[in-house]
Structures are given as C-alpha cells and as structure tokens.
C-alpha cells in the first residue's frame, strides 16, 4: 500500500483515489492474522507472567514493544535486535517521547545508517522493520512513504566446501559438534534447525528428519544420512539420561511452542519432547522465568568449525550455513534435479534454491578457460614440431 500510495502522489501527482479505507481492511486482516485463536489465546495469568519479566527501566515504547512481540510469539532473537535498533533511533533523535516524530525522522536515521555507518542492506531492512513494528503495531501510527537513501543489495557468492573439503573439516570434528555437522551437511539443515532438533521428530525406519518451525514457521521433511544414525542414538541416549535427571530433580519443564504447554500440559515429561543437543546446564528463560534445560548456544558449533577450518587449513570464511551450501551443490552435482533439492532444502521458490547451487557452468561439454586451451596449442605445436624434425 505505501508503494501504491508513492506511485499516486509522486508519479501521477493526485491525491486520488482516497486509500485510507483499503488500508483499514488490510490493517484488520493483518490484525486476525498475528492474533491467535481464541482457544489458543493467552491468559491473563500467562500475559502478566511475560510483562512481569520486562523490566520497568526501559523507556514506556521498548516495554509494550516486547509485550506485543511476545503476545505475537516473535523470536528472543528479534525482539532483541528490534530493540537494539529503537534504542539506536531513540539516541539519533535525542529523545525517548518517539510519538512525536515521524516519516521524515526515520529517513533520515535510515539514511545516516546507509551512508555514515555504512551498513548492509539487510541491517538497513532490519532497521526499517523494527520502526515499522514499533509506529504501526505499537503506537499505533500509520506511517506513509519513507524516502531514505537505500543500501543497495549486492550480488555476492557464499562460501561453500567442496567434498574434499567436507571430508578434512569432519576428520577435526568430535563429539555432538560432529554429529551436527553431518546432519547440517547430509540434510541440509539450517544451524538453528539442528540446535531445535527434537527426538519425536527423527524418524530411524524410514530414514527421515522432520524438521519443524522452520524458517517462515515451516515444516519439511528431509534425509536422514545413514552415516549420522549411530551416533545419533548415542545422542539420544546421553538427551534421555539428562531428561531423567532433571526429572528427578523436579526440572520437568521444556521450551514448547504456542500453547501447545498449555493443550498438553504432562507433555513435557515425555521423552520425545526433549532436545537432541542439549546443554550442558539448565538456565533461567528470560521470558517466563521458568529454570530448564535448553538446547546447546549457537556459539558452540561456529567456534567447533572454525577450528576444524584452521586444523584442517582451509582458510575459506565458511560458516555453518555454508554446509547447507555445499548440501545444495552435491546434491546437484551427482544429478539430482532441482525440484528435489528445492523441496528438501524447504524453499518456497526454486530460484532461491539456485542461489545455494554453486556448480561448474557446462555448455553440453566442460567449458575451459582460455589460458588452458592456450596451454593446449602451445603442447600440439610442439608435437608437430619433433615430428617435422623425425
């Protein structure tokens, strides 16, 4: 809508048609959308336990925006850089009363991220959300068109590893840090999607992980690599013997999505419930203030691989994500069609599918650099030459 609005005020010049009540019908269905069903709506006992965690020095706007995000289930993750970024805004327009400014104030701050900070063009976005969220879904303002100067989107090429690669990083790699890295690589899981593996959610007869929650609130279905399966059940034997402990101990609680804590409240005490890699201790949440035991950080697994990186010598920038990178290019290598790829990888479009597909380019043959067919000629003109002189 504020695209079509920029059209109409900017390029045909005319403040018709009057979109205000289109607006308003796209503002409630995106209100039923983010609300719950009333059987899953939170109580007013549940509501209180998440504003008691809040803390009451922030300014007035950050706390109903962590209220609203969690009323909505939004990530701890979000909510932290969201509010990072009001924090930040809050300083450039020197004041905490962020009712009174408006369009004008967030282009600016956009555009001083863009081109005094230097920042990318998905910090820029991600800068421009959380605005959004707090002005639109908080105060309750309706923002118009935003003119800011926008960070344009490189075309760049991620790291992947080659089978080469994937084979000296593994022979570095031990423990539940190993097991996640074939699991990563051999099934093209998200590191986030690992950590938040479930034991009801392998399936060891039909050689299936079913992954839930994915990115975009997704389930998938994908492989489970045969050469991953010992030292998976291991890994559920050490996460069952954990899980009778801490029942023992009265810490019965896990991390359940929605209400489904609530639907199925002895839920927490069976054994498919619990995390595959779980930590080493049990943790307060910052949300509801419950003592459980979470899955393992996310810093783990990224210092584990980059020390496998720097033992193995590889000085590529490689991240966990670029297993899944490398998971896409084998897989296509060795002939499998993008379709299959696409749908185990979870992909809504195949295009982003191709992004994660790194192959050599070939033309119905291997096409060959210049420099090599230059080589090729040097080597046939000198074979021609010994055999004028025979």
Known sequence: MRAIECYRNLVLGKSEPDLTDIVMILARFGKRERNLPLEDAPTEEELARLRGNISRNEMRAIQLMREQLRVLHYS????????????RFSKHVGSTELNQFNEQDIGTFLTSLAVEAKVSASTQNQALSALLFLYQCVLGRR??????????????????????????????????????????????????????LR???????QRLIVVRNGKGDKDRITLLPEEA?????????????????????????????????KKYPNACKEIGWRWIFPSRQRCRDKRSGIVWRYHISERQFCDALKDAQRLAKIDKQGVPHSLRHSFATHLVEVGTDIQTVQKLMGHKDVETTMKYVH?????????????????????TKQAETKLGEY
């Open 229 to 261: 399966i010992p030292e998976l059940k291991r890994q559920i034997e050490i996460a069952t013997r954990l899980h009778r402990i801490d029942l023992e101990a009265g810490y019965e609680q896990i991390y359940m999505p929605y209400a489904l804590a």
């Open 143 to 196: 923002l118009g068109f935003i003119d800011a100067v926008r960070v344009k989107r490189p075309e760049t090429i991620s790291v992947w590893f080659s089978p080469n690669e994937i084979e000296r990083l593994l022979e570095h790699m031990v423990g539940p840090h190993r097991l996640m890295f074939l699991l990563m690589y051999g099934a093209g899981l998200r590191h986030k999607e690992c950590r938040r």
């Open 199 to 205: 034991i009801k959610d392998v399936c060891f007869d």
């Open 76 to 87: 701890m993750a979000t909510e932290s850089a969201y509010v990072r970024w009001v924090v």
């Open 359 to 379: 192959t050599s380019p070939r033309l119905g043959v291997d096409v060959k650099s210049p420099a090599d067919l230059l080589a090729r000629r040097r080597t």
